[in-house]
């Protein structure tokens, strides 16, 4: 593998479609590519109680360890193994267990606030923000919170309301002035197929320092 590897850094709000264009790439560009979930990285909160732990913000960046994150981050971007915490969002708080990650040519850092922290943000080599309307975004957000962890629909929209909201307009879109590359209106083949075509570009050329900065037009999908 390359040292150090080839960084790039996804973010944008809940529910813009950041785990798919990660997951996309990472499916294009093969074994060559480490995800990085951001909300791995949520602070340990074991000492807490379950309701304790459910009035958390978890928008707002004191949610985040972000101590740790810099650590695994330069730790994989110089070919070294970590032990990735895994988080369980049924219970608000880290599961017991870890995942061995292997360091790889590309690592993809994929969260709200990823291009948040200065410190990350220097241990980025490609900075992505992947910008959808806030229509279509709560809508993704309730259908994932329902159906897939389990919450109650109420409960969705009021958090969506009183945290959600409010932390992206404060701390989530600000960041998008950081991004190398603005990807609208979420996810599209265009987008993605243009994305890849970089980061291997990047790869094959050792990693050069000449960024471009970009917006890619959506494509509909099929």
Known sequence: MSIPSFVVGIAGGTGAGKTTVSRAV?????????RIPLDNYYEDLSHLKYD???????????????????????????????????????????KDDTVRVEP?????????LA????????????RVYVMTDADVRILRRIDRDVIERGRDLEGVINQYLETVK?????????????????????????????????????????????????????????
């Open 26 to 34: 990472a499916d294009t560009i093969g074994e060559a590519v480490t």
């Open 52 to 94: 304790e732990r459910a009035e958390i913000n978890y928008d707002h960046p004191s949610a985040f360890e972000w101590e740790l994150l810099r650590d695994h981050l330069n730790a994989l971007s110089m070919g070294q193994a970590i032990e990735m915490p895994q988080y369980d969002f049924e219970i608000h708080n880290r």
């Open 115 to 126: 291009l948040y922290d200065d410190a990350i943000l220097d241990m980025l080599d490609l």
């Open 166 to 222: 409010p932390m992206h307009e404060r701390f989530v879109d600000p960041t998008k002035k950081e991004a190398d590359v603005i990807i609208p209106e979420g996810v599209n083949r265009m987008a993605v197929d243009l994305l890849t075509d970089k980061i291997e570009a990047e790869l094959e050329n050792d990693h050069p320092d000449d960024r471009e900065l970009g917006s890619y037009e959506p494509l509909e999908d099929d």
């Open 104 to 112: 790889t040519d590309v690592i993809v850092v994929e969260g709200i």
